[in-house]
């Protein structure tokens, strides 16, 4: 069979394929253990608003790993979601955001809008029982589900619509919300933006990042911006890093904005105690 594939196909009698999928595998059984170990941990990071105020923030995972360090999710999600621990990693992600909320709320930290984005991978949102593994994390923790925003890519959308769109309904009508990560990376024409229930477009940070340098990522930037605005959306910017960004989004009518310019994610300790004190992360 290897020789049938051809001379130039990789195929598993090669060496440097061998390697990488042993280092592949020998990952994965960290990783599956890397939970109990308390080795994983969740930062956070900012949304805000055009004056600053904090409105929101988004949930990202790290790995510890005892000898390699600090692991970003880049480098395992894929892994993970490949090999279906996604599964169980994502509903832990989920129980301990509810978790964080409702410490959050309880110590009345909280504006009343808050919200925290938490990035659900395509084979979660794909779980038979998605809808039930959200309503009872945000039950179990006691706080109410407009707290909770998932975060969505297109890509996770081209499967037929008629499926997702009564997932995302039903969801909606209990109070959870949804945002498209990632906005302008993928397939999504205005027609079918139209038919999903939706609350907020993230423009990707590659158009953010080049919008000074590259006139086609200005224009890509401002027909999202447009596109939210017509579907009565909330716009994210993703990646802000520059004054100069934040003033030409603000300028064009972007209302939300998460980037190194109002802070990294940190440690959720380190984010509470910016909700705590509620000072206003202007640029
Ligand atoms: P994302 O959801 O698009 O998250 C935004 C990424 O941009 C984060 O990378 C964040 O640290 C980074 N970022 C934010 N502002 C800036 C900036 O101003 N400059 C630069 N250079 N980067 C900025 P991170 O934390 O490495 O996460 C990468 C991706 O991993 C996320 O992209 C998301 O798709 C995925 N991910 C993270 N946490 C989870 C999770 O709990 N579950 C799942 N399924 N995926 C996750
Ligand atoms: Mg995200
Ligand atoms: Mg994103
Ligand atoms: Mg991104």
Redesign the pocket.
């Known amino acids: 069979q290897a020789k049938a594939a051809g001379r130039n196909t990789a195929c598993f009698f090669d060496p440097a394929m061998a390697a990488a999928m042993e280092a592949r595998v020998a990952l994965l059984a960290e990783l599956r253990k890397a939970r109990t170990l308390d080795q994983l941990h ?2 956070c ?1 900012p949304v805000v608003d055009a004056a600053g105020r904090i409105a929101g923030g ?5 790995w510890e790993h005892p000898d390699r360090g600090w692991i ?3 480098d395992f ?1 894929p892994l993970a ?1 490949e090999s279906g621990l ?1 599964i169980d ?2 509903t832990w ?1 989920l129980e301990t955001a509810c978790g964080l909320l409702r410490a959050w709320e309880t110590r009345d930290w909280l504006s009343p809008d808050f919200f925290l984005s ?4 395509p084979r ?1 949102f794909r779980q038979p029982d998605f809808p039930g593994i959200i309503h009872t994390a945000a039950e179990r923790a006691g706080i109410s589900p407009h707290r909770l925003k998932l ?1 969505i ?1 297109e890509g996770m959308l081209i499967s037929k619509l008629d499926d997702i769109v009564p997932i995302l309904a039903g969801l909606r009508a209990a109070g959870v919300r949804f945002s498209l ?2 906005f302008g990376t993928g397939y999504s024409s205005l027609a079918y933006l139209q038919r999903l229930p939706l609350d907020q477009l ?1 423009i ?2 590659s158009f953010v990042l080049d919008l000074h340098h590259d006139a086609n990522d200005a224009v890509i930037v401002r027909t999202i911006i447009n596109m939210g605005q017509s579907l009565a959306l909330e716009v994210v910017a ?4 520059t004054l100069a960004q934040f003033e030409f989004l603000k300028e064009h009518g972007c209302g939300l904005f ?4 109002f802070g ?2 940190v440690d959720t300790d380190s984010f509470g105690a910016k909700l705590r004190a509620g000072t206003r992360l202007a640029p």
């Open positions: 969740l930062h990071q988004e949930i990202l995972l790290r970003g999710p880049s999600i979601e996604i990693i994502g992600v938490i990035n659900i991978s979660q975060e890519t990560d990632d993230k990707d940070r993703e990646g802000v890093e998460q980037g190194y310019l990294q994610p």
